[in-house]
């Protein structure tokens, strides 16, 4: 059974194979293709798709930085003591550092 959020309804699983619906030309409204789309599955329309190649590249949240091996093993050690991951710690004293 699969479960579409959206509308709430229930498209149910099968062994038989019903006809599938005309894939319509032109849906008229965003709620008309939302409708099809709640009791259809893609899956029977493979043939009107086509593979695409693309290239995402997502803004990096994060930025790394080298610190010594030596430096890294205290404040792990330290994170461990105040009960937080490293990473956490770190950031919490460059935050400190940079607004004091």
Not at 37 to 55: G, I, L, N, Q
Request: net charge negative; with cysteine; charged share 30%.
């Amino acid at each position: 059974m699969i479960w579409t959020e959206r509308s709430g309804k229930v498209m149910e699983k099968n062994n038989e194979t019903p006809a599938k619906d005309m894939l319509p030309e032109n849906f008229g409204s965003i709620e008309a293709f939302w409708d099809f789309w709640d009791t259809h599955s893609s899956a029977d329309y493979e043939e009107f798709t086509e593979s695409v190649e693309a290239e995402i590249r997502l803004p990096s949240q994060k930025v790394y930085c080298a610190i010594a091996k030596d430096l890294f093993t205290q404040v792990k050690t330290e994170a461990r003591l105040q009960g937080v991951s490293s990473e956490t710690l770190i950031n919490l004293w460059v935050k400190e550092k940079v607004s004091g």
